[in-house]
Each structure stands twice: as structure tokens, then as C-alpha cells.
T-cell receptor, first 115, second 114 residues
Framework: DVKVTQSSRYLVKRTGEKVFLECVQD?????MFWYRQDPGLGLRLIYFSYDVKMKEKGDIPEGYSVSREKKERFSLILESASTNQTSMYLC??????????????FGNGTRLTVT | AQKITQTQPGMFVQEKEAVTLDCTYD???????LFWYKQPSSGEMIFLIYQGSYDQQNATEGRYSLNFQKARKSANLVISASQLGDSAMYFC???????????FGAGTILRVKS
């Protein structure tokens, strides 16, 4: 079974802090994704990566950056956390080829609260 | 731009009855895939079922089936013989063939009553 692990289940940070959310997958997947989930809005794509050191912006990249130095690890960085970034963050991966058939495999999510 | 609409914020169903969760989509790409995910209160996202735009038959996986009506751009999830464990949030999603993104709807909360 594919395992996508997010390092923290719950996180509380202060406004202005730099926040790192870590995600690791164990199935050698090329593609990794970061989504945020908010009530009434569903999941929205922040960033995705299709290879080491490669990244592309999703629909809501503002205020976020990512890092993919190793294939199995994809980090989401909040450079200066703000209260409107309080949300559930979900990491996902999918195998190649990046075709329409590939479902995403998700981690259990990190619920981030910024105070 | 691709878009997914789930018009039912919440649904109730009696245990052992069938329920249909609505999903409509919008895309100009002729080749695309449609997905349904289940999210229980634990937060994990569980892949349920997939339908390709060129598939002739409606997809089925156990008690889940996808009622795909291409001309109406709808991809409704049908859950037969509902169980208490089906209580969860359900998301419809779509990926276009030439896009990397899986785009999600807002979700429908399903509550199964005993």
C-alpha cells in the first residue's frame, strides 16, 4: 500500500512565523501535491511537483513556497504565517505517467492554526 | 477552465437505502477523468471510483457506482445499501488529459441514519 506521511497532525503557530509542513511518500512517485481544504471550498491546489527540484504553481500559491530536494519528500513553506492560512493541509502523490487515470494518494492532513 | 460543482452541502439517508450524490463538471477538453473520494471524520482521503470520458460503461466498485451522463456533464455517485460507516464527506474531482491538476468540488456531507 502507498503510504503518504505528513509529519504533524495538528500545528499551532503565531502570525509572522515561518512554518514548514513536511510530507514523505514511500512509493517512488514522481508527482507530489499540496492542497488546502476549507469548508465550502473543497480542496484547492497550492503547488505541485513532477520531479526533484521541479515545481509548478497551483491555483492559490500566494504566501506559500515549496521544496523538493529528494524524490520522496515535498515540503510546503509558509514564509510568514497569517491567520488566513489557518486551514487543513493535505499532501498527495501519484505514480507516473501523469495521466487522467492516476488517482492521488493522500496523507492524513495537517490542521494548522495560526494565531 | 475546468470546474466541479457539488450542489448538495449535506444529505441524509436511511441505513440500507440507496443515495445519489450529485456532481456536474465543466471542461472543454474532450479527454478527462472523473474521480470520487471519501473523507471520514478521521481526515484521510479515500479514493472510491474513477470514470474516463471515453468509457462506454458506467464505473462500478462494490456498492459504489458512477452515473455518468456525458451530454449533461454530470457524474453522480450512487451508493447502494447505505451503511453507518458511509457517513463522511464526499468529493467529486476531475483531471483533464493535458493538465496536471486534480480539481475538486466543494464536497457533500453524507449522514446515514439508523
Amino acid at each position: 500500500d502507498v503510504k503518504v506521511t505528513q509529519s504533524s497532525r495538528y500545528l499551532v503557530k503565531r502570525t509572522g512565523e515561518k512554518v514548514f509542513l513536511e510530507c514523505v511518500q514511500d512509493m517512488d512517485h514522481e508527482n507530489m501535491f499540496w492542497y488546502r481544504q476549507d469548508p465550502g471550498l473543497g480542496l484547492r491546489l497550492i503547488y505541485f511537483s513532477y520531479d526533484v527540484k521541479m515545481k509548478e504553481k497551483g491555483d492559490i500559491p500566494e504566501g506559500y513556497s515549496v521544496s523538493r530536494e529528494k524524490k520522496e519528500r515535498f515540503s510546503l513553506i509558509l514564509e510568514s504565517a497569517s491567520t488566513n492560512q489557518t486551514s487543513m493541509y493535505l499532501c498527495a502523490s501519484s505514480p507516473p505517467p501523469q495521466g487522467i487515470l492516476s488517482p492521488l494518494h493522500f496523507g492524513n492532513g495537517t490542521r494548522l492554526t495560526v494565531t | 477552465a475546468q470546474k466541479i460543482t457539488q450542489t448538495q452541502p449535506g444529505m441524509f439517508v436511511q441505513e440500507k437505502e440507496a443515495v445519489t450524490l450529485d456532481c456536474t463538471y465543466d471542461t472543454s477538453d474532450p479527454s478527462y477523468g472523473l474521480f470520487w473520494y471519501k473523507q471520514p471524520s478521521s481526515g484521510e482521503m479515500i479514493f472510491l471510483i474513477y470514470q474516463g470520458s471515453y468509457d462506454q460503461q458506467n464505473a462500478t466498485e462494490g456498492r459504489y457506482s458512477l452515473n455518468f451522463q456525458k451530454a449533461r456533464k454530470s457524474a453522480n455517485l450512487v451508493i447502494s445499501a447505505s451503511q453507518l460507516g458511509d457517513s463522511a464527506m464526499y468529493f467529486c474531482a476531475m483531471r483533464e488529459e493535458y493538465g496536471n491538476k486534480l480539481v475538486f468540488g466543494a464536497g457533500t456531507i453524507l449522514r446515514v441514519k439508523s
